[in-house]
């Protein structure tokens, strides 16, 4: 920093002297800690042998009745008190948990008596139906009248058609239990997040209590909280739903702040003139003012509930989620993908259902309300005839309760033989293309991680944070790094950062060209637009299927997935940033005799910048959270860690090695929020 | 005029934006522009004191970010002014609690929004009936209610629409018919009609004055347009980077601006229509001039309302107050220099 000239001459200071790219300080400092690390890494290893393999003594150890122990084992111990012993007072905390269970229990017993089992007497076995469930019919004619009472036809015949693909492919009873869980899941998530929503809007407080714990929410591994409501909870349908909501609420939590800050401050105004208590201004004047907006949470809480639904299933939920891991686990490849599409087709009802709920306009005035109630309520005055009629009508022909088995088709085989055939005649094709790429990619970029020393990793990880942000994020990275060293699990996590930075190269190196493909040309982006919105709605595990029946388990199969994925995002925030350069700045380029490329790396691409880097640390959370369920292909690192702990029910395992993950994600994304925060200051987009 | 009459009255309200405004203003009441800026803040409103009494139509005026809506948010009380005292009837506004404030409110305050800040899940009738159903009035007697004030701003048969099913200025009679349904004493008008397309907007001012002559409530109206202010002010107050230039009826502001800034305002204004009779005449002759006067003409009569009256008389006319007491004369030429200035 010395070459700063301090001169007062005024001339001098405002033309600073324009320093080459390596006399830049920063560029210097950089290259200095470079050179610095290589020779640690490379010769220090006699001498600091701690800082290649984190000390035991030195782990992060807590206090638990007179002495220390580590952290992981501390909260293992404090759930266990937790469940033993702790009181408040009236209740204890077991009390708590089982009224919790118990309340959620009942309205999922009445949907699924509803959709699936019909009103049962009596226990296990020994029950009989007093009632049946809603028909096959009566079902598809409710969501149809749904569909079409929230837009038009069109959106009424794909609900039914999606329906009716669920009874035709014999995926009818799994799909009506899943249905059932979602059903009850949807307005506990989005009536929680509302509130919870509403109260930190409403208080400091509680707002900055909830920000930290969204960002950890959104970026711990599910299956991490799966191992503490798996102890709390037991095994069964209530805790698969108890996960499901805690699972789905964030978003809702996070679009309520931001709609409820949207409403116009004339609107709130207004609730104040007109004398509204607080109440009032919440209930009567904001939130009804940010329906819209709070609609699209709705559908955001529908379709994660939906994501949730395989890996609920792991802690006791039945239905499609159930389906497919059990045909996982059997390697039943037609199995599994049946219950998997039907997992996604009825995602895309849900999901077009919910869209065209959260777009409908307020109807349009009436004149005269009709006196008669059919008339007022026609769609619900059909449905109650049909579940009437057939209701009946089932009691004397099968048919019309349950689809008959017999006028269903499986396309199971189809899909076992699909894959059979490519394994026998691909085979050493499939095998040598996978073998080249580990042999010359993935593994020397493993060992070149897992070489790196702890202390180097987290002071290059400070430096790049007080680079990119200032000595706050550079602390925070450190420390977060430390953090992850300080519970031994440095290695496991140098093998996540490992297939998670693998497969977003891959990702980017896939995502990006598409996504400037898409943005030059209207009919590609149209294509594109309609493969990544599919890609999005698949749950996780339904990428994982395949790529194991082609390649079997292990890394390469891992990467394979993930970059699946997460390639979505890579496509469409580049697409989008290019396509929102401004055109004036084009037209100046094409006029200044650019040629296309130049236009497209000069122009485009520079502006497009701080975007792409918003889509790349999208698809690193993906990646991220796709890791965690790559665990069950056999990967060895924190998801390894994490599945382990649930399969063994340790809270303490489970919830440290989730907070590595999410730490590893909370560094990505600061350090990337950083850089283009940068990128855009100095572009001017601010 | 006597303080017991104003029905609102600032006494110099300030409201500075940004770190530490208190402070700040504690230590030197008389802070200047510059004073504000070293310090780091944005002086809204600066030592504000008027009074707006019963019945009159009070425009407080000026150009973009001059502090207008700041101020008029200050005087009821939506946001808390930095320093000074708001009279309304001669209780401090700003010692009530929040429970007063309410009920003061929900019953004797009214306000229209620029931009309408109509309930877009709410038809007419709900939106108009809202601040009653705030209140807890019944179903049925406040949308009875509703329907009168609906009616008496001309859009009944629209009862069941929804706002986005309106034009801008039914809009904006929706937010009229809201601010009126509690029956307010004072009505505050932030720009109600600046939204709004010009011809619409002048449809929009009539309704107004029409309104204001049956109902006479306070009113404190807010905008940036000086015709507008001249046609429905009472008084006009004029303000500057959040200071109060000048307070007076038109006529006081053309004639005898205060500052530069109020002149330069003034300065396009057509002043026949600002200017009374009263502002223009010639003392009385000690005798009437020969022949009598040409006719009479009232002292507070606008010139170009009765420009066409003089037209052609050759002799003066008298002027006279409200009592038929000759006040002045007037002569065409008078008249004439004023209609060539605009
Ligand atoms: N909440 C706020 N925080 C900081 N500054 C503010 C705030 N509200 C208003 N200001 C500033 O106070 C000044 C006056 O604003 P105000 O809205 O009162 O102006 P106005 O006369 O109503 O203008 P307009 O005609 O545009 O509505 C402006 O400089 C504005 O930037
Ligand atoms: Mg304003």
Known sequence: MTDIPTSTDPSLKEEPVPRRFFQRPLVMIWCAALAAAVTFATFAEPYAPWAFKYPRAWRLELYFDGKFIELKNWISKVVDWLISDASFGLFTFTELTRGVSWIMERPYILAKSLLSTGFLEGQGSAAIQILPPLSWIAVIVIIVAMARFARDRKLAALVGACFLYLALFNQWSSAMVTLSSIVIAVPFGVAGGLLIGIAAHRSRIVKMIVSPVLDLMQTVPVFAYLVPILVLFGFGPVSAIIATIIYAMPPMVRITMLALKQVPGEIIDLGNMVGCTRRQMTWRVMVPSAMSSLMIGVNQVIMLSLNMVIIASMIGAGGLGYDVLASLRRLDIGAGIEAGVGIVVLAIALDRLSQAFASREPSEHREERPSALWRRFPYTAVCLAVVLATGILGLFWG??????????????????????????????????????????????????????????????????????????????????????????????????????????????????????????????????????????????????????????????????????????????????????????????????????????????????????????????????????????????????????????????????????????????????????QRARARLGLQ | ???????????????????????????????????????????????????????????????????????????????????????????????????????????????????????????????????????????GERERRAREIVELVGLQGRENYYPRELSGGQQQRVGIARSLAVEPELWFLDEPFSALDPLIRREMQDEFLRLQKLLQKSIVFITHDFDEAIRLADRIAIMKDGAVDQVGTPEDLVIRPATDYVAEFTRDVSRAKVLSVRAIMAPPPKRPPRGGYAGEVPASAKISDIANDLNGADRAFAVTDATGKTVGQLTRDDVIAILMQG
């Open chain 1, 399 to 676: 048919w019309a309760q349950a689809w008959p088995a017999a006028w269903s088709i499986t396309t199971g085989d189809f899909w076992s033989e699909l894959v059979k055939y490519i394994n026998i005649n691909f085979f050493d094709e499939l095998e040598t293309f996978k073998n080249a790429l580990l042999l010359n990619v993935l593994i020397p970029f493993k060992r070149f991680l897992i070489a790196i020393p702890w202390p180097v990793a987290m002071a290059l990880l400070g430096l790049a944070g007080y680079s990119l942000g200032g000595w706050r994020l550079g602390v925070l990275c450190a420390l977060l790094c430390l953090f992850v060293a300080s519970v031994g699990l440095w290695s496991k996590a140098m093998v996540t950062v490992y297939l998670c930075g693998i497969s977003v190269m891959f990702a980017c190196l896939i995502g990006i060209p598409v996504g400037i493909a898409a943005a030059e040309r209207e009919r590609v982006w149209r294509v594109v637009r309609v493969v990544i919105d599919t890609l999005q709605t698949l749950p996780s595990f339904v990428y994982l299927m395949p790529v194991v029946m082609l390649f079997r388990v292990g890394d390469f199969t891992a990467m394979i997935a993930v970059v699946a994925y997460a390639l979505a995002p890579a496509v469409r925030y580049t697409a989008h940033g290019i396509r929102q350069v401004d055109p004036q700045l084009l037209e100046a380029g094409v006029v200044s005799g650019c040629t296309p490329g130049q236009l497209l790396r000069k122009i485009k691409l520079k502006l497009a910048l701080p975007e792409i880097m918003l889509g790349i640390n999208q698809t690193i959370m993906l990646a991220l959270s796709m890791l965690v369920i790559t665990a069950l292909v056999g990967t060895r690192e924190l998801g390894q860690e994490v599945y382990i702990a649930l399969t063994k029910a340790d809270i303490g395992r489970g919830l440290v090695a989730g907070f590595c993950v999410a730490f590893i994600a909370i560094i990505a994304d600061r350090l990337i929020t950083a850089g283009a």
């Open chain 2, 1 to 139: 005029m006597a303080e017991n009459e104003a029905k609102l009255v600032c006494k110099s309200v300030w409201k500075l934006f940004g770190p530490g405004a208190e402070a700040a203003l504690a230590n030197n009441r008389g802070m200047s522009m510059s004073d504000l800026q070293s310090a780091g803040l944005i002086g809204a409103v600066r030592d504000v004191s008027l009074e707006v009494s019963d019945g009159e139509i009070f425009v407080i005026m000026g150009l973009s970010g001059s502090g207008k809506s700041t101020l008029v948010r200050c005087m009821s009380r939506l946001i808390e002014p930095t320093a000074g005292e708001i009279l309304f009837e001669g209780t401090d506004l700003l010692k009530a609690s929040a429970a007063e404030m309410i009920e003061i409110r929900r019953h004797r305050m009214g306000m229209v929004f620029q931009h309408f800040a109509l309930l877009p899940h709410l038809t007419v009738l709900g939106n108009v009936a809202f601040p009653l159903e705030v209140q807890g009035i019944a179903r």
